[in-house]
């Protein structure tokens, strides 16, 4: 009963900011790199950044400056802080956790909207 629940998205003004939380359930949490992608209109699924159990973090080139992701593994969290966002940043963004370990196995959550407009 694997579960990945988003929250945070919502409307916010170019240059404002908002902080993105995923809750994971059903998982052997420290096992999975964690992570956020988007999903544009008409536009591919794309990385924005993910962070595994160690605390390596990849994210997006063009978006380093401007997003932080963390983990919780006490919590089975990660979040998305997200600041001076711009229109083009408009997208679902969907929580995702993919382990090796014991197969390939990933997971996706539902997905919340962050709409950058004035």
């Known amino acids: 009963q694997v579960q990945l629940v988003e929250s945070g998205g919502g409307l916010v003004e170019p240059g404002g900011s908002l902080r993105l939380s995923c809750v994971a359930a059903?998982?052997?949490?420290?096992?999975?790199?964690m992570g956020w992608y988007r999903q544009a209109p008409g536009k591919e699924r794309e990385l924005v950044a993910n962070?595994?159990?160690?605390?390596?973090?990849n994210y997006a080139d063009s978006l380093e400056g401007r997003f932080t992701v963390s983990r919780d593994d006490v919590k089975n969290t990660v979040s998305l802080q997200m600041n001076n966002l711009k229109p083009e940043d408009t997208a679902i963004y969907y929580c995702?956790?993919?382990?090796?370990?014991?197969?390939?196995?990933?997971?996706w959550g539902q997905g919340t909207q962050v709409t950058v407009s004035s």
């Open positions: 995702h956790a993919h382990q090796r370990r014991f197969g390939d196995k990933q997971y």
């Open positions: 059903g998982i052997t949490y420290t096992y999975y790199v």
């Open positions: 962070i595994d159990a160690g605390g390596y973090i």
